[in-house]
């Protein structure tokens, strides 16, 4: 079993940059691949970056060229960089993590564990 915390969401002016953390427990040596996910009120919850465990990256084209995704493998933490915030970009963020070495990163059926979410509101 995997435990995911997220952390680091906060309400930002447009244009602003967040660093979200979320920290891996458990049986993290299962993990293949780890995602972050956002779900905007009335929307559905959507993929916007992805890191499998060669550090290969995806991102969906909405946040391309403002969020970099990275981790830190000793300490078992996923980052999200976000810059250039918009208030499109306001949701709650999710970490997910799977572990069958999936090729579809945004496929939401394929991550067995998600973390509790943190928001994330940018005013304009």
């Known amino acids: 079993v995997v435990q995911l915390v997220e952390s680091g969401g906060a309400s930002v002016q447009a244009g602003g940059s967040l660093r979200l953390s979320c920290a891996a427990s458990g049986a993290v040596y299962s993990i293949g691949r780890m995602t972050w996910f956002r779900q905007a009120t009335g929307k559905e919850r959507e993929g916007v970056a992805s890191?499998?465990?060669?550090?290969?990256?995806t991102f969906a084209d909405s946040v391309k060229d403002r969020f970099t995704i990275s981790k830190d493998n000793a300490k078992n933490i996923l980052f999200l960089q976000m810059n250039s915030l918009k208030p499109e970009d306001t949701a709650i963020y999710y970490c997910?993590?799977?572990?069958?070495?999936?090729?579809?990163?945004?496929?939401?059926?394929?991550?067995?564990?998600w973390g509790q979410g943190t928001q994330v509101t940018v005013s304009s």
């Open positions: 997910a993590a799977e572990t069958l070495r999936t090729l579809q990163p945004f496929r939401q059926d394929e991550y067995k564990y």
């Open positions: 890191i499998d465990s060669s550090r290969r990256t």
